[in-house]
């Protein structure tokens, strides 16, 4: 069985976990510390918050920059539930805006026409590792006086003309879950060099407590968003093993790419001039009406993969039930979450891995003609 992804733990994590079991401080001690700096420093942002899960940094990033009731968030269809219900649970809008085929990334085009007078934020999710055009999108949003979060969970590392995916809007948020390039088992980081917002998350994910050492008193409503010492201690180590694992993905990418390319029936991921992508999945674009006998008859012999992400956010059903939303509203992000598959991608995965996987892949499509 290969299977779809798989976090590289090794004995660096083990041992660390260990040394946090035996040392008694189990929660906000010096490992969430510890983690917070090194990410800072290799992200190169003033502020790096951890939390307990992408989701949660993405909520707080929206609280820290003031969302209210009744707020729109322009967003992508095409993306994890996650990165539009933070807008739902500050009862503002998710707005959407329909992507592009070939960077799957929400159309900086099509964001001007949905912009009124409640708009307040432009939450752009870099698909699958490629970073959105920012440019256009950072442009749109100082015209119209909006404030920018970047849902980087799916692209840390990923550059755009250079600059790191996370650093380019007022706050980015990144995520640990184990199919992630990095992983921490569950956890997230926000990022910022918006004092203002950095302060304000740190309050926020532990209960709306000040830095004050007032244990009892909360200046403010927050949360239990914390990251244990636990978790914050594999993504110490995880961090030093980092730019290897990105690396290692995009050598990865290169092989699957060099190999399917002349495929019959397969489209491959593009990446655009000036993108350094950072590879969370490796998609393929197959034809709709063979897309999910192809995922099963690969499942059946042995090679995981998965339909991502269908239906898109708006199809989910309390998005139909609560918005009225249907079938072809959003045509192109639509079109992508019935003809995407993604293959196996992991950094222990060996060229042997790839061809076994590649050549699963030509024959199922060749029983499926
Ligand atoms: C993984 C992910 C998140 C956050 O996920 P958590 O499971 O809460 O850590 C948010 N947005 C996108 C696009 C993701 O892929």
């Known amino acids: 069985m290969i299977p779809l992804s798989r976090p590289t733990i090794g004995k660096e994590e083990i041992s660390s976990v260990v040394e946090v079991l035996k040392s008694g401080i189990l929660s906000l001690g010096p490992k969430l510390e510890e983690f917070e700096k090194d990410f800072s420093r290799l992200i190169g942002v003033k502020y ?18 003031g969302i209210k009731e009744g707020d729109e968030v322009i967003t992508t269809p095409f993306s994890f539930v996650a990165s539009a219900n933070c807008a ?64 980087a969970c799916e692209s840390i590392m990923a550059t755009y003309k250079g600059k790191k995916s996370g650093t380019m809007g007022e706050v980015g948020v990144f995520a640990f879950y184990p199919n992630k390039q990095m992983t921490t088992a569950e956890g997230g980081m926000i990022v910022t060099n918006n004092e203002k917002a950095g302060i304000l998350c740190k309050s926020y994910r532990n209960q709306g407590r000040s830095d004050n050492k007032q244990w009892l008193t909360h200046p403010r409503i927050g949360y239990n968003y914390r990251m244990d010492e636990i978790n914050a201690a594999i993504g110490i180590e995880q961090i030093k093993k980092l730019p290897g694992f990105i690396k290692k993905r995009r050598a990865l990418a290169k092989l699957y790419i060099e190999q399917l390319n002349d495929i019959d029936g397969i489209t491959l991921p593009k990446i655009k001039e000036g993108n ?26 042995g090679v995981q993969s998965k339909a991502y992400f269908d239906p898109c956010i708006h199809l989910q059903p309390f998005y139909r039930e609560k918005y009225g939303y249907n079938e072809g509203d959003f045509p192109v992000a639509e079109k992508l979450s019935k003809t995407i598959v993604i293959l196996p991608f992991y950094e222990q995965m060996k060229e042997e891995h790839i061809h076994i996987v590649v050549n699963s892949l030509k024959t199922a499509l060749r029983r499926l003609k």
Not at 89 to 112: C, Q, S, W, Y
Not at 276 to 281: A, T
Request: hydrophobic residues 45%.
């Open 48 to 65: 790096a918050i951890a939390v307990n899960s992408g989701t949660s940094g993405l909520h707080l990033a929206l609280k820290s920059l």
């Open 276 to 301: 350094e992508h950072s590879w969370f999945v490796f998609p393929i674009i197959v034809n709709e009406r063979a897309r999910n006998e192809l995922i099963s008859k690969l499942n059946s012999i």
């Open 88 to 151: 739902l649970f500050e009862n503002a809008k998710p707005v959407f805006v329909d992507v592009e085929e070939d960077t799957f990334n929400i159309d900086p085009d099509l964001i001007k026409e949905k912009i009124a007078d409640k708009t307040k934020f432009i939450l752009p999710v870099h698909v699958f590792g490629q970073t959105c055009d920012m440019d256009p999108i950072l442009k749109t949003a100082k015209k119209n006086n909006l404030k920018v979060v970047e849902d």
